[in-house]
T-cell receptor, first 110, second 115 residues
Framework: KNQVEQSPQSLIILEGKNCTLQCNYTVSPFSNLRWYKQDTGRGPVSLTIMTFSENTKSNGRYTATLDADTKQSSLHITASQLSDSASYICVVSGNNDMRFGAGTRLTVKP | GAVVSQHPSRVICKSGTSVKIECRSLDFQATTMFWYRQFPKKSLMLMATSNEGSKATYEQGVEKDKFLINHASLTLSTLTVTSAHPEDSSFYIC???????????FGPGTRLTVT
């Protein structure tokens, strides 16, 4: 069983709408959690990185939250744009390893 | 932000030949680099971790004699797919970890097609 579970698997929204992606993890001990955006055929690009003591971090229209007690994180996208269409990957690091979620494929339609 | 490049971006080779993929950290020194492969609509799968000047550490199930990794300097790691087969066709991505940061910077990926 994957130690990082993302939901939904895929999501379609209209341009301008907000959306929230979820990431639940069981990785322990916990070091940090990162959200990446990956365009099709490209490498992932970092959006946010949060350590144990951080509850929220923003990067423009992207806001990530972290609840280390419940081992849950979310990525909220505000006022979506067509260019937000991509896969969003949650990566959780422990002591010496990283665990990748399967990603959420977001499609923003005009 | 830090930049990681990969070369080539796309390569087509015949079955049985070897292919080398380069990963470079352009504006920082990377003590550790990682190699991943990714199948369509799937997440990244870590293949190996390479540290400059030492042997790579391979994930379970990854053949070290087939996927040769060389991390000869703090800015360059190479992945050589030896005796490539069609099932090796995939998207290969590297990432680099900075000495002073735990951020990982990913390369743009290399699309390998073995015919």
């Amino acid at each position: 069983k994957n130690q990082v579970e993302q939901s939904p698997q895929s999501l379609i929204i209209l341009e301008g709408k907000n959306c929230t992606l979820q990431c639940n993890y069981t990785v322990s001990p916990f070091s940090n959690l990162r959200w990446y955006k990956q365009d099709t055929g490209r490498g992932p690009v970092s959006l946010t990185i949060m350590t144990f003591s951080e509850n929220t971090k923003s990067n423009g229209r992207y806001t990530a939250t972290l609840d280390a007690d419940t081992k849950q994180s979310s990525l909220h996208i505000t006022a979506s744009q067509l260019s937000d269409s991509a896969s969003y990957i949650c990566v959780v690091s422990g002591n010496n390893d990283m665990r990748f979620g399967a990603g959420t494929r977001l499609t923003v339609k005009p | 932000g830090a930049v990681v490049s990969q070369h080539p971006s796309r390569v087509i080779c015949k079955s049985g030949t070897s292919v080398k993929i380069e990963c470079r950290s352009l504006d920082f020194q990377a003590t550790t680099m990682f190699w991943y492969r990714q199948f369509p609509k799937k997440s990244l799968m870590l293949m190996a971790t390479s540290n400059e000047g030492s042997k790579a550490t391979y994930e379970q199930g990854v053949e070290k004699d087939k996927f040769l990794i060389n991390h000869a300097s703090l800015t360059l790691s190479t992945l050589t797919v030896t005796s490539a087969h069609p099932e090796d066709s995939s998207f290969y991505i590297c990432s680099a970890e900075g000495h002073l940061s735990y951020e990982q910077y990913f390369g743009p990926g290399t699309r390998l097609t073995v015919t």
